[in-house]
Each structure stands twice: as structure tokens, then as C-alpha cells.
DNA sequence: CGGTTTCATAAAGGTGCCTTCTTGTGCTGT
DNA sequence: ACAGCACAAGAAGGCACCTTTATGAAACCG
């Protein structure tokens, strides 16, 4: 679960480290649920939708990591294993629910945007749009 | 520049738009960039260190799709193309800018949860950390 | 004995993002 | 005539992520 980040100047590794945490497909969704309280592994499989069991545990164990989340396993048998947020994995849910929150209000907003855009570049024509006659101004 | 969302329900399909769009490599870099006032291409390409050309094309356009940038090109030749922030765009900008600052401000503490949990989970050993006695009591 | 439960891991395959390299446009200055 | 500039778009290839499917451990129950 190593972000992609090649080329990310020192300064800003750990914001793009950030970034693509919670850009993750599954990553925000698993907080989110975990805000809610804690949560045995199988009761969070069934609450994120869609989620496969390899990419839950491999993001738990990333979120675990950096210190988001405690897992708690249980010596019984079969196996009990709770995960929680740990309060470093609260106050990262509280810019995320900020974020989550612009999502939800503003998602209309993208659409209709998005709409629009592809009307006025009227969307798969190979002759895009000729470029407008330049005028000669040499700039700078 | 889609998302991969394919499971993802159909209430929060904006969230992980939001957040796949904020979690690629450079969209948020370039929002960032752009907060600062408007751009020309290649200023861009310069400050945003590291990041193809092809690359910043696509994700202007998408970033423009979505209504968070407005490009403007100016007919002179060389063509100039100058790329700013929708009042949308710097609506987003905001709980952007309050992830980035949790990531400035916790990044030394990120780093310690991790090394501390490679030094207890040590680190690449095959035989990993044997599971301790089970304790027979079948749970509900 | 054989099936079940809970969690973890592995192999195989797909898909999308990203990088480098290359090509194109249209007027500029030399 | 020719190279250069500012921007855009294409092909080829790599790698990370994700999905499905299958396997394993260890004790339980019928």
C-alpha cells in the first residue's frame, strides 16, 4: 500500500504520503466506518461494500502501521480480531469528514459541471475544437 | 482521469470522486499551486516539481471538467494558457488545505508509528510472529 | 471423520495511472 | 530556410492496486 510518489520533493512526502492514503479506493471508507466504533474484521468486510478480504486486511495492516488503528486479537478459536481507531486515527477522520462533507454537498455541483464541460466540448469528436485565429503578440 | 469505483454504492459516488480525485499523485499538488493565484502552463510545470507534461494536461482537464479550474487561452503565438481556480475550485481548496496541514503537522508522528511498527513487527521475517496459544471458548 | 467458523495469505489476471519519448502546430527571430 | 517556443496529444512500457479463487490453521460440532 506504498503510495506512488516517485518524485515528491522532501517537503511534501508526508502530505502526499497523506493524500494517497485517503485517496485510496477503500482506505476512507474503512476510517469512516471505524468512526462508528470498533469493529471485528468480518463485521467491517460486510460494512464496506465490495471490499475483498486480501485488500482489507493489506489496508488495516498499512493503517495500522502509521498508527491509525489499533487491532486487537482476541486468543480464542476461530481467531476474534477487533480493529479501533486510535485517537491519531480520530483526528485524521476529522479533516477526512471535512473533505466527505464538500463531497456530499457539492456532488450535484461536479455533475452538473462535468455536464456542461461535455456539452460545449462536445465529448468524442476527433476534430476538437480549431484552434481560434492567433493574433501575432510576442509575449514577455 | 476516472476513478476506480466500480463496487462503490451509489450515495457516497461523489465521496470517493472527491477523494480518488484529491488522492492521485498531482491533482491536489497543482490545486495547491494554483491557490496561490493563476498560472500559465509551464509556470505550473515548474512548480509543480517532477510531474509529466501529459500528465498536467490531463489532470487540468479533468480538474476544468469538474468545474474546480477555468482555463484561459490567450491567442498569441506561442500559444499562452493560463489556468486559475473556480470560486468552486478554492471551496475545495479549504478542507484540502486542512488535510495538507494535518499531514504537515503529523508527519513526524506517522513516521515514528511506522518505524515502531516494523521494529516490534519485525520487519521482513518469513516466519511471522507466531500466534499466541488459542484459548478454547466458542464466542455466541 | 468431515464440515464449519474466523482470519490471513497466495497466485493469477485485469486495469488504470504514470513516465519517457516522440510528433505536431504556427508564428517567431536569426 | 531553420531552429525555437508554448502547449497538446500519442504510443509503449512499468508498476501499483484490485479482484477472484483457493489454501491454511485450529478447534469446534454432529
Same mark, same amino acid.
Given at each position: =500500500? &506504498?503510495?506512488? !510518489? @516517485?518524485?515528491?520533493?522532501?517537503?511534501?512526502?508526508?502530505?502526499?504520503?497523506?493524500?494517497?492514503?485517503? /485517496?485510496n &479506493?477503500?482506505t476512507?471508507?474503512?476510517i469512516t466506518?471505524?468512526?462508528? /466504533?470498533? =469493529?471485528?474484521?468480518n463485521?467491517?468486510k460486510? !460494512?464496506v461494500?465490495g471490499?475483498?478480504? &486480501?485488500?482489507?486486511? %493489506?489496508s488495516?495492516?498499512?493503517l495500522?502501521?502509521?498508527g491509525?488503528?489499533e487491532?486487537?486479537?482476541? $486468543?480464542?478459536?476461530? $481467531?476474534s480480531?477487533e480493529?479501533?481507531?486510535?485517537?491519531?486515527?480520530? #483526528?485524521? /477522520?476529522e479533516?477526512?469528514?471535512?473533505l466527505?462533507?464538500f463531497?456530499?454537498? !457539492? @456532488? %450535484?455541483?461536479m455533475e452538473? %459541471?462535468r %455536464?456542461?464541460?461535455? #456539452?460545449?466540448?462536445?465529448? $468524442?469528436?476527433? /476534430?476538437?475544437?480549431?484552434?481560434? &485565429?492567433p493574433?501575432p503578440?510576442?509575449?514577455n
Open positions: =500500500m &506504498k503510495p506512488r !510518489n @516517485g518524485h515528491i520533493s522532501d517537503s511534501c512526502r508526508p502530505i502526499s504520503e497523506v493524500l494517497s492514503l485517503i /485517496g &479506493k477503500w476512507s471508507l474503512i466506518r471505524l468512526t462508528e /466504533g470498533p =469493529m471485528r474484521f463485521v467491517l460486510r !460494512n461494500h471490499i475483498s478480504q &486480501k485488500v482489507l486486511t %493489506a488495516l495492516r498499512a495500522e502501521r502509521d491509525f488503528v487491532r486487537i486479537e482476541h $486468543p480464542t478459536v476461530p $481467531p480480531v480493529y479501533r481507531l486510535t485517537p491519531f486515527g480520530r #483526528e485524521l /477522520g479533516p477526512l469528514l471535512a466527505t462533507r463531497a456530499l454537498v !457539492n @456532488g %450535484a455541483r452538473a %459541471a %455536464a456542461a464541460y461535455d #456539452e460545449t466540448h462536445d465529448i $468524442p469528436a476527433p /476534430g476538437a475544437e480549431p484552434r481560434r &485565429k493574433i503578440l510576442r509575449l
